[in-house]
């Protein structure tokens, strides 16, 4: 078995070979020629986010965005993140279609042994996210995590656990507090009806 399948199966490893230390360097050069970016270099963006995913990229990404290798992430069509989000993906993290991301949001997949004597060894738990998802600003997401679809993560949580389909969720740590219901579909915020002229009145504004 080789370190990265080690590091694929959620095995202890370290990551100072078979070409790991380059993989990463490569990363963050890529890393920082998307941050540095202007604003408007469009092809310049698309052009890089393709390298940086290891394939075609149909989202939106706020620089500056941190992540290891980049190639450990997948995104779905139309999934919007915020600035300064941080991706540690030695292990897989898996987005679907449609989700945003709030500022200064950490999805983290790896761990290390409480057992200080094995600090040095680390592990990987991948991360899943369905799609519409919306997780709110400084939301952590530990290893391990499966958050289902439609589901809201409120805003400075900490998801240690899967959180269900169509859920609200919150808290640290983070736990589900209502489902998404009727009353979702009357309000889009506390008192604030969702009126279908308003929408129009919205729409025609484009």
Known sequence: MTMRERIMQGKLFTDYCEGLPQERLDAKKR???????????MEE???????????????WIEPPFYFCYGTHITLG????????????????????????????????????PVNPDMREYMYTDPVKIGNNC??????????????GDNSVIGA??????????NTVAAGNPCRVIR???EKDRIYYYKDRKIDPKDLEEEKSLR
Not at 45 to 59: R, S
Not at 134 to 147: L, Q, R
Not at 156 to 165: E, I, N, Y
């Open 179 to 181: 489902e998404i219901g």
């Open 45 to 59: 963006k698309q052009a890089l986010l393709n390298e940086i995913f290891g394939k075609p990229v149909a989202a």
């Open 134 to 147: 919306w997780i709110g600003a400084n939301a952590v997401i530990c290893p391990g995590v499966t958050i």
């Open 77 to 112: 069509q139309g999934t919007y993140i915020n600035v300064n989000c941080n991706f540690i993906d030695d292990g897989l993290i898996q987005i679907g279609d449609r989700v945003m991301f709030g500022p200064a949001v950490t999805i983290t997949t790896v761990g290390h």
């Open 31 to 41: 890393m920082k020629a998307f941050n540095d970016l202007a604003p408007d270099a």
């Open 156 to 165: 400075g949580s900490v998801v240690t656990h899967d959180v269900p389909a």
